[in-house]
């Protein structure tokens, strides 16, 4: 198998319930608080008006919706 293949059959699994629940219960680390924080405000740099981060989602969704199923080729 080869690792894409490896990689999605990995990603696609079903998770039972108690992985569920062991992966929502975990505690956020200090570190990830502190780079999901990074990442918001660097964005609200970026696009600092609801106007701008509106726009960038829709050029975003664009984006997805043109490149959708290229990876399962």
């Known amino acids: 198998m080869s690792n894409v293949a490896s990689l999605a059959s990995f ?6 319930p108690d992985e ?3 992966y929502l ?3 956020i680390s ?5 780079e ?3 990442l918001v405000a ?3 740099r970026r696009y600092p008006t609801p106007a701008e981060r509106l726009a ?3 050029r975003a969704y664009a984006r997805w919706q043109r490149t959708l199923g290229i990876g399962a080729q």
């Not at 200090?30 to 502190?34: F, M, Y």
């Open 30 to 34: 200090d570190a990830e608080r502190n």
């Open 56 to 58: 960038y989602v829709r």
């Open 25 to 27: 219960e975990a505690p």
């Open 11 to 16: 990603s696609n699994r079903e998770l039972d």
């Open 36 to 38: 999901v924080l990074a």
């Open 20 to 22: 569920v629940r062991a």
């Open 42 to 44: 660097w964005f609200r």
